[in-house]
């Protein structure tokens, strides 16, 4: 069994780098830098998320001991510290990105070298599993920047007009939360940013939690929520290539933070009046802003969050609500995603979670019916919203709810499926106690 299961990690790293060639090749013919270009300037120059090569390094010492974790950390910390006095005494500035980081892709390199010169057998093969791990997650942003440019370049129209359109359907939420976050004021803007912007920390965050035992038990569980995580990473972006949309802040606004993005918009609307009913048609917005709206990834993402945070502590059951519930309100709020985008992510991430535990634990006639179901539920959701966008927002309140039913229908046999694989508790027999009989 450990020889095909060997052969497979070994196509699928194989995959992996032609993969990521591929992007970065794609980006050079844009004149811009790939994801293993950006990965490797991160050795040197200021890393574009600090607290992200944090988090992937926190996943690589998941394999070690506690006393390697403290140096590995210290480690880094120093490594930052000498960074940034070098760049102080060359009056260096970091104008973009953060101006840590640089020490944890260090570190996470520095395991994989003592893993190939200094051990042998199930200890190398375990340390490199936690460097894989942790680059990974690093790979993945990258992976995902070339994505979203990608689509910017190849797709000049996009499909907003008929998602806007639709979402009559559900009440334009983006332009009700949009109101909602504006009357909040400057704090909880900060608040909502910070927490749509750090998703994968947070992930990190509950995926230490389910590897905790990983040192201990040298070996890795069957499935957790970093491969969910670059599961959804990975097949997100092919979405956008099909269903191309910006977002309401820049079809129907003024452009993210105030960019001037007024040019090509089709008006400025958002949030303060709700886009008119009309015949949509494609539109052609500019070569630069990432076509990533359906289905919303960070919904995807908080989905499985939440998801997988279930049977951990309370503290974290309550940090997995509250991040799905502010990622839900960030998306919306901040103009950049519809309604629509929304529920596709959760019936994306749901039917993703589904596959995924399937594979780990066998696929049986449940699995396939859930997955089956859940891809036959995503698809519907873009065939109507792409031909049918006048008829759902002429009838609201069937339109509506049917949009809703079939997003909860998922969730609900998401839900009774794994409850079904969860292995039941033997109750134990309880035997009669033996009568005296009289003398």
Known sequence: MRRPRARLRAV???????FLITLEIAARRYGLPGPITHQARELVFAP?????????MALTMVVLTWRQRFVAAGAAVGI??????????????????????NGALWVILGVA???????????????????????LLVAGRKTGDAWLLITSKTRPDVLDPYVAVADHALGNPSWLVGRAVEATGPVGAHVLDWVYA??????VVVALY??????????????????TFLVI????????????????????????FGTGGEQWALANLWPDTSPPLGTPHPWTYDGITPRNCMPSLHTAWATVIFIHSRKAPRLLRFAGTFWLIATLTATLGFGYHYGIDLVAGVVFAV?????????????DRQGIQLVAYGTLVFAALLVTTRYLPMEMAEHPWIAGPLLLLAMASVVYGYARTVKRWEPKAAVPVRRPEPRLEPA
């Open 210 to 227: 389910q590897l905790r035992r990983v040192a201990a038990e040298r070996r890795f569980p069957g499935h957790h929520l970093v491969r």
């Open 80 to 101: 930052d510290v000498a960074v940034a006095l070098v760049r102080w005494a060359a009056d260096a500035t970091v104008a973009e990105g953060h101006s840590f980081g």
């Open 351 to 363: 039917t993703i979670e589904a596959a995924l535990r399937s594979l780990d634990r066998g696929w």
């Open 198 to 203: 750090q998703l994968a920390v947070a992930a």
């Open 113 to 135: 070298v003592v893993a190939v010169t200094r051990r042998t057998g199930q200890d190398r093969v375990l340390l490199l599993k936690g460097v894989g791990l942790g680059l």
């Open 233 to 256: 990473g990975l097949l997100g972006p092919a979405i956008y290539m099909i269903f191309p949309v910006v977002g309401p802040v820049f079809t129907y606004g003024t452009g993210a």
């Open 48 to 56: 574009a998320s600090g607290p992200l090569l944090y988090a992937s």
């Open 12 to 18: 699928a790293a194989a995959v992996a780098l032609g």
